[in-house]
């Protein structure tokens, strides 16, 4: 519905709005159900946190979305102890101190840009591609939604709160207006944003009274304005190139504008009368994308395309600290937050770098990860620790240790294209195959890529298993590789079906391969050859993935028509049990370490973990990733089991049984 201000209103009041009063209707999606309302209600349910038999234990959470040109905007919560930024359709919120500890709003439709505390803290804002507003909870672990405004139709680029989370303005990429300023709770309109004929990229509110409202745009000026209600004052034409960020000091006396000319100008926040040009003519040699001020208002972060970040005294106009980031195109900086006594900066390679005032040359920490969706993972013992392996969807493989969450990536140059699967081998190699047409042997101790160990496939491969021996069987497009000792030794070309995924039985020389006729082909690794085994197991659709128990003893097949299928090897495989539950194509498929029990995931969002002797006992794991189709999944001990999803995060899950 919508009211007489013009905005869309979708508010709701409990998880009980859908029966109790309503100010205004619920705006229905397109088939007529309201999800948000839905998705209360089955929170209330389910206690999706914590569901009979699985509690999460960790999350470790993605890294910023970053695009090279486009500022990352990184929101601080007023107490200083989080910060957050957007991925994709998510909202990651991290804990400052130990960010390995993270929690992830999902609630989104779409692609999310911006998400702002309120300066209360006990709600955030946050705005996606398609104008949609989302202002939920913060202080429980369903994040309710609260109101749901769109100010207008195009992406939000900026949220901006007034000091009292009374008021909120957005900016963006609207049709007919760029931006809106309404209160948080009714939408009616406190002023109006005009005074630019381009996108406004950035806005900002004078945390003192009297307020004031700053913005900047693609048409190279920024716009002063005062209120409430707020009414467009002037156009501030300094810059001569796009200005990317404007922010007002904590204390309401200055705000400044920061452009991709390298330029950033001080103007007093109350009159909006220019200071001065930080630097003189320039503070930067690249374009800026973010500032951010000190607490006490007296010093200024920037973060630039020129690869380095400075700390500027505003009063003295000088330049305190230059933190140089690198020489690599990835090391140009696009975000930026001072909180408490942490100062924050992010990477286009979407690392968050911890800067360190007393060692400008060397970041405090570097937060690395994922920024794209993750499509495989594995875990491996080493040394006495669990670590998990896992590799997205632009070529990066990370390695997590699964106690404390450290992870990092292996130096030198690896794939390019997505990670396809993943596996460790008995010498300690993590056997990767990608897109890129390659299989990569990497060692876990060395931790680096060498050129020497990508072994080039004449098609794409699709999956791989490590076998004893130093064998790899390799599933491509209509291909049929074994490998022994990094070396192609065996070639079946045209199988006769399209080979889909692969499993080597553990400490013999059994080979299955998953086909999308449905079936199951057996081979036999004699020597330097794949021998064809004339055998084929029926599944009950299209073969998605599969894997011997840890004993060898069972081979569990899923596939595209939602069933899970065990065969008993000893029993010439005959078929064991069928396991029924999920909604949608299963993709992934694990054993447990006790070999009775294993996980499935699927693209309904939904882990199962199934009981080998029993089909009608299983775990169930809803909305795992939500939103998201669970893409992997590995154990790393009877009762901990590791998930991941293309949201770019990985999950550590605690399985208990009756």
């Not at 993750?374 to 080493?382: A, D, G, S, W, Y």
């Not at 069933?563 to 049990?577: I, K, L, M, P, R």
């Amino acid at each position: 519905m919508v009211a007489d201000d013009g905005l869309e209103h979708n508010r709701v009041k409990s998880p009980l709005a859908i029966v109790g009063w309503l100010p205004w209707e619920l705006a229905p999606s397109e088939d007529g159900i309201n999800i948000d309302v839905i998705y209360l209600d089955f929170k209330k349910a389910f206690n999706t946190g914590s569901t009979a038999g699985s509690t999460i234990e960790k999350v470790f959470a993605s890294l910023p979305q970053v695009e090279r040109g486009v500022s990352k905007i990184l929101g601080g919560d007023p107490k200083g102890n989080s910060f957050l930024y957007a991925n994709g359709k998510c909202v990651v919120i991290r804990n400052i101190d130990n960010p390995a500890i993270a929690d992830i709003y999902t609630e989104h439709a779409h692609q999310v840009v911006v998400a702002k505390y309120a300066p209360s803290g006990f709600y955030i804002a946050s705005g996606d591609v398609s104008g949609k507003l989302r202002i939920w909870d913060t202080t429980q672990k369903e994040h309710l939604l609260k109101y749901e405004y769109q100010p207008f139709a195009g992406k939000i680029k900026d949220i901006a709160w007034t000091e009292d989370s009374k008021r909120i303005a957005v900016v963006g990429e609207g049709r007919e207006k760029f931006g809106a300023v309404f209160l948080w709770d009714s939408g009616s309109s406190v002023g109006e944003i005009t005074g630019h004929n381009k996108v406004i990229n950035s806005v900002d509110l004078k945390q003192t009274r009297p307020y004031r409202l700053a913005t900047g745009s693609d048409d190279n000026c920024a716009a002063f304005f005062e209120g409430p209600p707020f009414k467009f004052k002037f156009t501030i034409s300094d810059h001569t190139r796009f200005v990317n960020c404007v922010r007002f000091s904590p204390d309401g006396n200055r705000f400044a504008t920061a452009s991709a000319d390298g330029q950033i100008f001080i103007y007093d926040g109350k009159t909006g009368e220019k200071i001065c040009c930080l630097g003189g003519n320039k503070a930067h040699e690249g374009g800026i994308y973010a500032i951010s001020w000190s607490p006490d208002s007296s010093q200024l972060l920037s973060a630039s395309g020129d690869k380095t970040s400075k700390i500027w005294d505003v009063g003295a106009n000088s330049v305190v600290n230059t933190f140089n980031m690198g020489s690599n195109v990835l090391d140009q900086q696009l975000g930026c937050l001072w909180q408490k006594d942490h100062l924050l900066s992010i990477s286009l390679s979407g690392y968050i770098n911890y800067l360190d005032k007393n060692n400008p040359s060397k970041p405090l920490r570097v937060i690395k990860g994922h920024s794209k969706s993750i499509q495989c993972l594995t875990v491996h013992k080493n040394g006495g620790k669990s670590y998990i392996y896992s590799g997205s969807h632009d070529g990066h493989i990370n390695y997590w240790d699964s106690e404390t969450g450290e992870n990092d990536g292996f130096s030198g140059k690896g794939h390019t294209n997505q990670v396809s699967r993943m596996a460790v081998d008995e010498m300690d190699q993590l056997v990767s195959c990608s897109m890129d047409d390659t299989v990569r042997y990497t060692s876990l101790s060395k931790k680096d890529y060498s050129g020497l160990d990508a072994i080039k496939m004449d098609v794409q491969p699709k999956c791989l298993a490590v076998g004893p021996g130093g064998y790899t069987v390799v599933v491509c497009i209509g291909q049929i590789i074994l490998m022994k000792d990094k070396k192609k030794c065996f070639v079946i070309d045209d199988p006769g079906y399209e080979p889909e995924a692969v499993a080597v039985q553990p400490g013999g020389s059994t080979v299955a391969v998953g086909g999308l006729d449905g079936n199951v082909h057996l081979y036999s690794i004699q020597g330097m050859s794949l021998k064809n085994a004339e055998r084929t197991l029926e599944a009950k659709g299209p073969v998605t993935d599969l894997a011997y128990s840890h004993d060898g003893a069972f081979l569990a097949v899923c596939d595209a028509n939602k069933v899970v299928t065990v065969f008993s090897v000893a029993d010439g495989y005959a078929e064991h049990n069928v396991f029924y539950g999920h909604h949608a194509k299963i993709v992934c498929i694990a054993w447990s370490p006790d070999n009775e029990h294993f996980a499935s995931g699927g693209m309904d969002m939904m882990v199962y973990v199934w009981t080998l002797s029993d089909a009608e006992t299983s775990i169930k794991i809803p909305d795992a990733h939500r939103l998201h189709h669970v893409s992997s999944l590995a154990w790393l001990d009877e009762h901990t089991l590791v998930t991941t999803s293309h949201d770019a995060s990985v999950k550590e899950w605690s399985i208990s049984y009756k």
